[in-house]
């Protein structure tokens, strides 16, 4: 097969001559926000090597200082600047910088407005030096903000060209965050529709930083990839199918999905408003577990409830697992698609490192009718049978891309009438009574399993979500962490192929070449029961913390 150039391999949606006009406005927009100083030599943006994430620390475009703050994570950051060690400009300028450099590498922006963040982070600095405090818990913290949650003045969207907007105010989201010190300095790249586990838009192709013959993910895709390059260390996603975990688990960091209506999520921009057959939670990507705990513990402290009735006032409590032996289910798979050898090699390990542990006691979990309750989630996220995704591209001429094509096709989609829709959530609501059934039967405290069929997928492949979307069904609260271990030919083979379960399995064995996936990270998935965040957060800890033994 020949072999694709970097342009091609990052180039964006295409369309017809009207959409191609108004797709090269908002490119040469965002590219003139990219100052002339933070530009990479050609010479390595014609030929990058497949891994890029050393880039910015051999390109020479950053000082030691900036290197050094752009390798901390979001707790270490707020600690240093409520020390005084570090000023709230120093730091977005650094991480700024970073994401300029990642963004050239990955397509991972749809928006850059480092000055405007500077700004934002002078008056904090300047707040600091009168009061000799912080003004909250993320004083100074560069946050990332994925493309359809608006930050005022900024780009966003709803995943087309037609829903590009310029936000005339900030979501709940933004607000809270902005309250409590955050900076905002961009916007990530996310896909056309929004729902597809890779990031393909106007502004470009997202790619894995480990490997960019590989996805980011998505739909927070742009989030993932930018935070493994370094040019953020936290960033904020939303998973209605996996969108923060995937990606996570593909970029080797760490992401946390809430249970629904916990987490502010008014404002955000969506094409399908009022479809509430299925929910989205919005929720942290970063370079640590604590950091996790970080941004949970300060927005939900917020009480963003307050804000919007459609929240639950439900408070983060994390159980204190020293007086308690956590129960941990392992799913080796889901009964319905086989991982690749990667993320099996993991588990096993994982496995065995649990089952040395005195801490925990480990147990086989055993998946139940996942099969099924995938069908009714893929069913419920286009009741309309996709007419309005159709609608909107045929609309701008944006080329539909070959995954939407997929997401919006017989046999899972189909339009509804009012009778049958009741009838599709009826079913839903009878598989999630089921499924809490089965749960409390197999006596776990929470279960440890894949984030997805293998590691980040090959570009256009990646169409099975059965291993998050079954928790998004649910509402079951889960993050996606690294193992530490990353995709290698020489082990990761099959001895005897094995046979497929299903023609979804059939098709992903098909995917598996293992010299194809060379240093992608190997991630793991925990999840627990509705309104078990807490519980998810302190297993997590736990478990890493023996995995690292």
């Given at each position: 097969m020949a072999t694709v150039s970097f342009k091609e391999k990052i180039k964006g949606v295409g369309g017809d001559a009207s959409y191609e006009a108004k797709a090269r406005v908002f490119q040469e927009e965002l590219e003139a926000k990219i100052p002339a100083s933070l530009r990479l030599p050609l010479a390595i943006l014609e030929d990058p090597p497949l891994d890029v994430t050393h880039i910015p620390e051999t390109c020479g475009l950053l000082t030691p200082q900036e290197l050094a703050i752009t390798e901390l994570d979001a707790t270490a950051v707020c600690q240093k600047i409520a020390a005084g060690e570090l000023t709230a400009v120093d730091t977005v300028i650094a991480f700024?910088?970073?994401?300029?450099?990642?963004?050239?590498?990955?397509?991972?922006?749809?928006?850059?407005?480092?000055?405007?963040?500077?700004?934002?982070?002078?008056?904090?600095?300047?707040?600091?030096?009168?009061?000799?405090?912080?003004?909250?818990p993320l004083h100074g913290l560069p946050i990332s903000i994925k493309g359809m949650l608006p930050v005022k003045g900024t780009v966003g969207s709803s995943?087309?060209?037609?829903?590009?907007?310029?936000?005339?105010?900030?979501?709940?989201m933004t607000r809270i965050l902005r309250s409590l010190g955050a900076v905002f300095y961009v916007k990530t790249n996310q896909p056309q529709t929004l729902m597809h586990l890779e990031s393909k838009s106007t502004y470009g192709r997202v790619l894995n930083p480990y490997n960019t013959d590989l996805t980011a993910g998505g739909s927070s895709g742009g989030e993932s990839a930018l935070v493994?390059?370094?040019?953020?260390?936290?960033?904020?996603?939303?998973?209605?199918?996996?969108?923060?975990?995937?990606?996570?688990?593909?970029?080797?960091?760490?992401g946390f999905r809430p249970s629904c209506r916990t987490t502010p999520q008014h404002g955000v921009l969506w094409y399908q408003p009022g479809q509430d057959g299925f929910c989205s939670a919005t929720g942290p990507m970063c370079r640590s577990a604590r950091d996790m705990r970080l941004f949970l513990e300060a927005v939900l402290g917020a009480n963003p409830a307050l804000l919007d009735p459609d929240l639950l006032p439900v408070?983060?409590?994390?159980?204190?697992?020293?007086?308690?032996?956590?129960?941990?289910?392992?799913?080796?798979?889901?009964?319905?698609?086989?991982?690749?050898?990667p993320t099996i090699r993991a588990l096993k390990w994982a496995k065995a490192k649990l089952e040395a542990s005195s801490e925990v006691e480990v147990v086989d979990y055993i998946p139940y009718d996942h099969d099924r309750g995938y069908s009714i989630i893929r069913e419920i996220y286009y009741e309309d049978g996709g007419a309005t995704v159709r609608h909107i591209l045929e609309e701008s001429g944006e080329d539909m891309l070959p995954l939407t094509e997929w997401v919006i096709s017989p046999p899972h989609v189909r339009d509804h009438d009012a009778s049958e829709v009741w009838k599709l959530r009826n079913g839903r609501d009878n598989y999630r009574r089921e499924y809490s059934d089965h749960w409390w039967s197999q006596n776990v405290d929470v279960v440890l399993c894949p984030p997805f069929p293998g590691t980040a997928s090959r570009h256009d492949t990646a169409k099975y979500w059965g291993y998050t979307a079954i928790w998004n069904l649910l509402d079951y609260p889960g993050t996606a962490f690294p193992s530490g271990f990353v995709a290698?030919?020489?082990?990761?083979?099959?001895?005897?192929?094995?046979?497929?379960?299903?023609?979804?399995?059939?098709?992903?064995?098909?995917?598996?070449?293992?010299?194809?996936?060379?240093?992608?990270p190997i991630s793991l998935q925990m999840v627990s029961r509705i309104y078990n965040d807490g519980?998810?957060?302190?297993?997590?800890?736990?478990?890493?913390?023996?995995?690292k033994s």
């Open positions: 700024g910088k970073r994401a300029a450099i990642a963004h050239q590498l990955t397509a991972c922006l749809i928006d850059f407005f480092l000055d405007e963040g500077i700004k934002q982070a002078q008056q904090l600095d300047e707040y600091f030096r009168k009061e000799g405090k912080v003004i909250g995943g087309f060209l037609a829903t590009i907007e310029t936000a005339t105010e900030d979501c709940d493994a390059m370094k040019g953020s260390c936290i960033g904020v996603g939303t998973d209605g199918g996996g969108s923060i975990r995937a990606p996570s688990a593909h970029c080797g960091i760490y408070p983060l409590k994390v159980p204190d697992l020293t007086k308690k032996k956590l129960r941990v289910g392992i799913m080796m798979h889901d009964g319905v698609v086989i991982p690749h050898p290698d030919p020489a082990i990761d083979i099959y001895q005897e192929r094995p046979r497929p379960m299903s023609a979804s399995d059939e098709y992903n064995l098909s995917l598996y070449d293992a010299t194809k996936f060379k240093g992608a519980l998810v957060l302190a297993a997590q800890e736990v478990v890493e913390r023996i995995l």
